[in-house]
């Protein structure tokens, strides 16, 4: 296991452990067995996050149970995050205020709140709006309406119902075309196949296409059983492949970086033709510079998350280059969405949830 993975693991049970230890002391006026209950409920929602990957490849019935462990063992992540941190904030206080008692409860309100207002946030994603020109011409056409969108993360988190509402959001907007920037999938194929979501999928609707590159995520579930999965439904899955479309534009599906064998910038700059529109898929927002060197005009990505939460996101700003938003160098325009969805605890605390609308104009010819 890697060591980040073991700190963050050692983190997470300190940080349980001491707010266990808090809410016992608080909770010192109650029964014996009412503190016996408390300890039980505490710990079972510690680890239901591990307890729910055992249903990760379950049937549709065991996938609905798995579904709630899941949300409840990832939230407590955040639970954990923000009562910690504020438990801390009223011990400090205490310090310098002997007669402050109720630090443990104040804490917990405080959490509670958050929470609360960070699933209602997740469930309201934003859609953001950018007007681009491309200094390139298409054939018998000026204009394109792109809605791009990634991180769906379809699976334990995102289900067959949050799925369906972001679907009816994005044939709202009548694009011409979709992109999918990759993580459709979460953790494995089987809870997707299970809830028949390639029904919603295929709802979809975009006159010249759905575009899709793999993500990280699609490596994890294993890449053949997804490359198999979204066969069945109108995305065309391009790993390491362009597509050329009527109007001239070339789209360009980007491999993930799990795949360290991917074509190269090399490979793609003999590839594609610079004279006309070019756009590319690329899950993760590294070595953004090749997309210029391909001769792309506009890069979408995700992967970030933008952290999902604070002060996560201030994480990300320091890992990527771009960890968000629309920058443009040179002649390339380049947007890294946080995603529509997102992957384990079901909150946006700092962030939102999104779906971004491209109104692409071009060059006449």
Request: a neutral charge; hydrophobic letters at 45%.
């Amino acid at each position: 296991m890697p060591l980040i993975f073991i700190l963050l693991l050692v983190s997470y049970l300190l940080g349980n452990t001491y707010i266990f230890v808090r809410g016992i002391h608080s909770l010192g006026h109650l029964s014996l067995l009412s503190r016996g209950i408390f300890s039980s409920v505490y710990w079972i929602c510690t680890v239901l996050l591990f307890i729910s990957f055992m249903f990760r490849r379950s049937g549709q019935s065991s996938y609905q149970f798995g579904h709630t462990l899941f949300l409840i063992g990832s939230g407590w992540l955040v639970f954990t995050l923000y009562m910690a941190v504020f438990l801390a904030c009223m011990d400090l206080i205490k310090v310098f205020n002997k007669s402050f008692s109720y630090g443990f409860f104040v804490a917990l309100s405080l959490t509670v709140c958050m929470l609360i207002y960070g699933y209602i946030n997740y469930q309201h994603p934003s859609k953001q709006v950018f007007n681009i020109f491309i200094n390139k011409p298409l054939i018998d056409k000026d204009k394109l309406k792109i809605v791009a969108i990634s991180d769906l993360h379809l699976g334990l988190g995102t289900d067959i119902k949050l799925l369906s509402r972001n679907i009816d959001r994005i044939n709202a907007e009548s694009p011409d075309l979709i992109l999918i920037g990759g993580d459709l999938i979460d953790n494995s194929v089987e809870p997707v196949a299970a809830m028949k979501m390639e029904t919603e999928l295929n709802r979809l609707n975009a006159p010249m296409g759905i575009y899709m590159s793999p993500g990280n995520h699609e490596y994890i579930s294993g890449i053949k059983a997804c490359t198999n999965y979204i066969s069945k439904t109108k995305i065309q899955f391009l790993i390491d492949s362009l597509v050329g479309l009527p109007c001239g534009l070339q789209i360009v599906g980007r491999d993930d970086l799990s795949n360290r064998k991917r074509l190269s910038v090399g490979d793609w700059t003999s590839l594609t033709d610079k004279g006309k529109p070019i756009i590319v898929i690329d899950h993760q927002p590294v070595n953004l510079d090749e997309a210029q060197r391909i001769g792309a005009d506009l890069q979408f990505s995700g992967h970030t998350h933008y952290g999902q939460i604070i002060p996560l996101n201030w994480l990300t700003n320091y890992l990527f280059d771009i960890a968000y938003g629309y920058e443009k160098r040179n002649d390339t325009n380049y947007y890294v969405s946080s995603g529509l969805a997102l992957w384990g605890p079901p909150f946006r605390i700092g962030t939102n949830s999104e779906f971004v609308v491209f109104n692409c104009s071009f060059s006449d010819l």
